[in-house]
């Protein structure tokens, strides 16, 4: 597998993902989401898919085979997803876990797959008598990944007799500036909404004229502002804030950024500029939506009806037929003086049944954001700040 090539699918999928959210379900608020942490786990599905469904989940994907998606999956894990505070870079961290009714068992190859390439969480748990317990057991495990900032990622109503399976996986970051705000230079200013009102919100502020990563063009800027990293020489983390040159200009972007191929690759810069003002606004993000109507919206239908997970488990006494039921994400971020914190939680349930002048970077209008790994270009987080006074 040319892994550079499966990374550059991932990142066309998440920016597609992207848009698609920022245009239905999160079209009126802020917005942070993880693409990654769904295309992962619709990785570890298509791997006990067949015939059609497989299909889908490979285009949707944009990989040649499960094995593909397999390898990826496997490389995001040890490499990309490798916590760095120990050689003090950001803490980091993907879990995943897989739950099953008691009434049924593993495949052999697959619970191989869950065990050694995705390194799952597996239980058995009582979905049909406990659905309550069950529930509280997945929404524990989701809090614990992720630091306390997910909770009730899933609906105790959705557990039911015809829940056979239950996927999740969690994200963590948690990443201090490379080089911090100083709390004292943070101000009150007004920023720009998109009905064309203003509020006052707390920005950090620099205004030294040093030297930034940024890029400007025609109709937006880019700033790049890197976290530490430490003694880690493989991985280099970065927040990449996308600002349109006009106050209203956004929903323009946010079009651009999903439909203009290799658009992370063209406008984020590896050089830096002279930077005269950089004001950003403080803002802290929580944002879920229940999943399956983007999904959906995106190709992926056939998973939602009764077909061809045959390889998942062992047939059930009942003789159902697996299909996903729902599909939740959460996400939550927030951006200080310090640094950046974020976690993101997806699970699905499956049933039967440059120039020498100065550039100035004032974010006081909304504007897009993604949290990156520069050297693989992997996207970690995406979204978009409309008011940065709510949450």
């Not at 990654?36 to 944009?62: C, H, N, P, R, Y």
């Not at 979905?127 to 509280?136: L, M, R, Y």
């Not at 191929?261 to 830096?272: A, M, N, P, Q, V």
């Not at 004001?279 to 399956?292: H, L, N, Q, T, V």
């Amino acid at each position: 597998m040319e892994i550079q090539k499966s990374i550059k699918n991932l990142t066309d999928v998440s920016l597609t993902l992207t848009k698609y959210i920022l245009q239905t379900d999160g079209k009126d608020s802020n917005v942070v989401c993880s693409p990654i942490s769904m295309q992962v786990i619709l990785s570890l599905v298509a791997a006990a898919a067949k015939g059609k469904t497989l299909d889908e989940l490979l285009t949707f994907l944009k990989a040649k085979s499960s094995e593909e998606l397999n390898s990826l999956s496997s490389y995001l894990i040890d490499v990309v997803f490798a916590d760095g505070s120990s050689s003090g870079g950001p803490i980091l961290s993907l879990a995943n876990g897989v739950w099953i009714d008691k009434s049924l068992s593993f495949k052999s190859p697959f619970k191989l797959v869950v065990d050694h390439v995705y390194k799952a969480a597996s239980d058995a748990v009582d979905f049909k008598n406990k659905p309550n317990e069950s529930a509280d057991l997945l929404n524990s495990w989701v809090e614990k990944e992720t630091h306390g900032l997910i909770k009730d990622m899933f609906p105790h109503k959705l557990f039911d007799n015809f829940t056979w399976l239950v996927y999740a996986n969690a994200i963590y970051f948690k990443g201090e500036w490379l080089n911090p705000f100083m709390a004292s230079n943070t101000k009150n200013c007004n920023f720009h909404l998109l009905d064309g009102s203003s509020i006052q919100v707390p920005f950090m502020t620099k205004s030294s004229a040093a030297y930034q990563y940024i890029s400007a063009f025609d109709s937006f800027k880019v700033l790049r502002l890197y976290y530490k990293q430490g003694d880690d020489k493989q991985r280099k983390f970065s927040l990449n804030i996308f600002l349109p040159k006009e106050k209203d200009g956004l929903p323009t972007l946010v079009e651009k950024l999903g439909s203009e191929s290799g658009f992370l690759d063209k406008y984020i810069t590896s050089h830096r500029e002279r930077v005269g003002e950089v004001w950003i606004p403080k803002f802290k993000i929580s944002f879920g939506f229940e999943a399956s109507k983007a999904l959906k919206g995106l190709g992926l239908v056939s998973p939602f009806s009764p077909g061809e997970f045959t390889e998942t488990v062992n047939e059930s006494s009942e003789g159902q037929m697996l299909f996903l039921k729902n599909a939740f994400h959460k996400s939550f971020i927030e951006v200080n003086e310090e640094g950046t914190e974020a976690a993101a939680a997806f699970g699905l349930m499956i049933g039967g049944g440059s120039s020498d002048m100065l550039i100035d970077f004032v974010a006081d209008h909304p504007f897009l954001f993604l949290v990156r790994e520069d050297v693989t270009g992997v996207v970690l987080f995406t979204g978009q700040v409309l008011n940065p006074s709510t949450t």
